[in-house]
């Protein structure tokens, strides 16, 4: 359903969607560092590659877009676990892994290791492409855990690693790997995902706009808007996305054809509660409440058509 601010811009689809559709994603160059990095170990059966990043630096996103990738573009079997919260011991780790490829699970964990390493040389066998186990929010996983991560790591032939797995967490996995050296030490590539660059943000920006069907990405936001975006941001892809779409409704009421700074500021204060934004507009004064007599005709009407369907009958 096409809403009406985005309609107002010239859009055929809101830009700022947070769905993981890997269309949405636009690469910065730490994420394409992260993706060739990574592509190296699993074809090399590494083992165990590390992607770590703060919250909203797209660490899911970035998971689906390389499994979908990497299903069309080379026909590896990637699979995801990320309900890690809930894996509460080796048992149910296990459980979960056979769950993502499709396996049924046996009842002892011990019959579970000897399940999966008999398929997982079955795969090798078959076809000796890569199989992929992506692990997200690994912070969340219970201790216990880690050392079964290290044994499935160790499931290999003379040749190759068996199970190549990508560990994807917020920056405090760190602190649990310590305690885990031996698993730590079989780490082939780690990454960090930092906030984007200014440059990042403004590519960020146009690319949304430009899939979601604008004839002219470059018209619909200045160059302050697109600034005071990035600052209040910090450059942090997950805000970035929730103020430029607070800002474009805020212009869309005004019945604004570009989106300006001021927008951006009254997104900010909209998003009050959400984050510490409100802090960064220091002491200026708020912009004074929308009246009627200045609001879009399109969203009048839909105000007006509300309230017929409401008072009916």
Not at 50 to 63: E, F, N, P, Q, T
Not at 185 to 194: E, F, K, N, V, Y
């Amino acid at each position: 359903m096409l809403t009406e601010y985005a309609a107002h811009f010239g859009l055929k689809e809101a830009p700022f969607r947070r769905n993981q559709h890997p269309k949405w994603l636009y690469l910065s160059g730490q994420q394409k560092e992260a993706i060739i990095k990574t592509r190296w170990v699993v074809e090399e059966c590494g083992g165990l590659a590390l992607w770590r990043a703060d919250v909203g630096h797209g660490k899911s996103s970035l998971i689906e877009y390389v499994m979908t990738a990497w299903r069309k573009q080379f026909g590896w079997n990637c699979a995801k676990l990320q309900n890690t919260g809930t894996i509460s011991g080796p048992h149910t780790l296990l459980k979960e892994v056979l769950a993502a490829f499709g396996l049924e699970s046996a009842n002892t964990t011990r019959k579970m290791v000897a399940q999966l390493e008999t398929w997982l040389l079955s795969q090798s066998l078959e076809d000796s492409k890569p199989v992929v186990l992506f692990i997200d929010e690994a912070q969340s996983l219970n201790s216990r855990v880690f050392p079964v991560i290290r044994d499935l790591i160790n499931l290999q032939t003379r040749e190759r690693i068996l199970l190549q797995i990508v560990l994807a967490g917020q920056l405090n996995l760190d602190r649990k790997l310590k305690n885990f050296p031996a698993l730590r030490s079989r780490i082939a590539s780690a990454t960090t995902l930092r906030p984007f660059t200014h440059e990042e943000c403004d590519g960020m920006l146009l690319y949304r706009f430009e899939r979601a069907g604008a004839s002219d990405p470059f018209r619909i936001m200045s160059t302050r808007a697109n600034r005071a975006i990035f600052e209040f941001s910090q450059g942090v892809p997950r805000d970035i996305i929730t103020i430029a779409e607070a800002s474009m409704k805020e212009a869309f009421l005004r019945n604004a054809t570009v989106i300006d700074v001021d927008h951006v500021q009254q997104g900010v204060r909209s998003l009050e509660g959400r984050s510490d934004y409100i802090a960064d507009l220091g002491d200026e004064e708020p912009q004074s409440q929308i009246g009627a007599g200045s609001m879009n005709k399109t969203a009048l009407d839909t105000l007006r058509q509300m309230r017929e369907f409401a008072c009916a009958g």
